[in-house]
């Protein structure tokens, strides 16, 4: 530099000095390029699949609410059920008992029905991993992802954070069926809300592309479902899935059913 200011005079320092400016103005369009949906649904995997210590997922328990309404073929509401739940958040794992049934306080037969609902869900779930990480409030995982192709929308803002918008849609139309669940999984379609700061879950809408038969249409079948969760990050860093909403329509045996739920999760606190 020295030798060539000294025979081409000072003419040549603005183009060294515009060289120098296009050279950092590339590294930082580098760095400020925007991520990819790959890119984004990968971080939240990964964030949502990383080995916690007990001092990164402080115990936790917190009231939930879940309404559930059952409507006849006009669309009225011929039965109702409200239900109160404990919920204790411990090692990563979530647990529930029930406190409330329809404002008093549950019997026999409700605690059973309650057994009966987790040991059906279990046996949907199988062994997957998509049952292994429901345990843990973790509704991301490599295995459920992998079945998706996902489209990125734009940016939005989701209780006040900004969040990256991701369309979702199953790869194809027939894949792998190892569990009674992947029936209902392959033909799920939506979209995400992904957390820009921290890639957690935020928010996401889940709809059903075609009826599912289950065990061949034996047992029943599900028409339609509509599927709303939010989840809320706490001040100490934690998010919990904090409200959601449902529409089910389907048939079980020989009776055609449609379901409603809401729920609702409130009074966080720490436990000792």
Partial sequence: MRSVLKNHGWA????????CFASLSRLAAAADAPLSAA???????????????????????????????????AGHVKERQEKVYQV?????SSSLKLLEVNGKAPGDADRKKQTENE???????????IARADKRENL?????????DFKLMGQIAVNGRMAYKLRFHPKAPELPVHHMIDRLLNRL??????DADEF??????????????????????LKRLSFTITRTRLPEGIWFSTSSNGDFEGRKLL????????SQSTNFRPLG
């Fill in 140 to 148: 991301l995982c490599a295995e459920l992802i992998d079945r998706y």
């Fill in 12 to 19: 040549v320092l603005p183009l060294a000095i515009g060289l």
């Fill in 39 to 73: 890119e984004i649904i990968s971080k939240a995997v990964a964030r949502a699949e990383r080995p916690n210590t007990p001092s990164e997922q402080p115990n936790y328990t917190y009231t939930k609410l879940t309404v559930t309404e059952e409507l006849d073929s």
């Fill in 88 to 92: 204790s958040f411990r090692g990563g």
């Fill in 119 to 129: 040991v059906n869900l279990r046996q949907l779930l199988g062994q997957s991993k």
């Fill in 255 to 262: 009776d055609s059913t449609r379901i409603k739920t809401r």
């Fill in 200 to 221: 957690e879950l935020a928010r996401a809408d889940i709809y059903l592309g075609s009826e599912v038969n289950l065990l061949g249409g034996i047992i029943g079948s």
């Fill in 189 to 194: 379609s939506g979209t995400l809300w992904i």
